[in-house]
Every structure is written in structure tokens, then in C-alpha cells.
């Protein structure tokens, strides 16, 4: 009798233990659904942002009650529309600039470091007779052949001073001299 008390108190508390660990499995459970989900909406938020998606890239509403959480998505809301603005800016600028050097009379031709044409307009392509468009990236040596211009563009890439000279261009039969600053 003594036995069967201690077995039966031994079955309950074994019991309670299953239950508890039950309860206790479930309620991380729902604890760690309640953190993982807010992260996954975070994680799809920054995924969009790394597209150039840059409205309402986390829904803040979806972030539960986490106040972390949610300062998180509201900071990453922020940073979408900051970038949107400064990408808006700089399209503006661009498109000022674009518009200015487009419509220079003067004769402008920009190449880098390695000697590779990054612009020219319109006025330095018609003398040249060349689109603007075929020669961006291109070579300078293998678009432009004169040597006085090469020499120049060399001693200034060497030198790292700017400097100004006349060149000598024909044209068919035409002498040009133009005055360069590079």
C-alpha cells in the first residue's frame, strides 16, 4: 500500500514533468515565433532596400509589439527614404550638368587616367566627326589621332599640372589651331 502511494505519487509527478516540459516546449514556441517573425519581415525589408526598393520597405505594422523591433523597421524606413531623396538629388544634378555640358559651345572632351574618353560634347564631336555615344570608353589614341594632343594629355597625366597650348588640327584641307587647357 505504502509502494502502490509511491508509485502513483511517482506516475503523477513523472506526468506533471511531460506536461511541464510540454507547456514549456510550446511557450518558447510561441516566444521564439513572436521574435523570428518581426526578423523575417526586418530581413525581407533589407533584401528590398539591396534591390533599390525605397517605399515603405518594412511595414512597421507587421513588426508585433517588440518596441526594438519596430525603432529597427521605422530607422530602416527612414534610411529608404533618405537614399530615395539623395538619389533624386543627384539624378537632378546630373541631368544640370548633362544639360550644361551638352549645350557648351566650347569644345570639351574628358578622358581618365588610363587615357579612355568618359565624355564628349557635342561641339568637340562634330569637329572631330564622331558620336558621342560610339566613343564613351573608347581610347583616345584610337579615336583621335594628333599627336600635338596626345603630347599634352601626356605631360598633364605625367606632370599632374594643368597646363595650356595651341594644337594644330587639319580638317580636310583646313589648318585649325585651337587653344587647349588640360
Known sequence: SVE????SLHLRISFAGIILAVLIALASLLISRKISKPLEVMKRGAERLARGE???IVPVD???QVSEIAALGRALNRVGKQIKERLNTITLQRNELETVFASMAEMVLAIDGDKRIIRINRSA?????LSPEDVQGKMLHGVIRNKDL?????KVLT???P???DVI???GAEKLYLQTRA
Do not use: K, P
Request: proline share 0%.
Open 4 to 7: 502502490r502511494a509511491l508509485r
Open 54 to 56: 525605397t517605399d515603405n
Open 62 to 64: 507587421d513588426l508585433g
Open 125 to 129: 564631336a562634330a569637329l572631330f566627326y
Open 150 to 154: 596626345h603630347e599634352i594629355v601626356d
Open 159 to 161: 606632370s599632374g599640372n
Open 163 to 165: 597646363m595650356e597650348q
Open 169 to 171: 588640327l587639319f580638317v
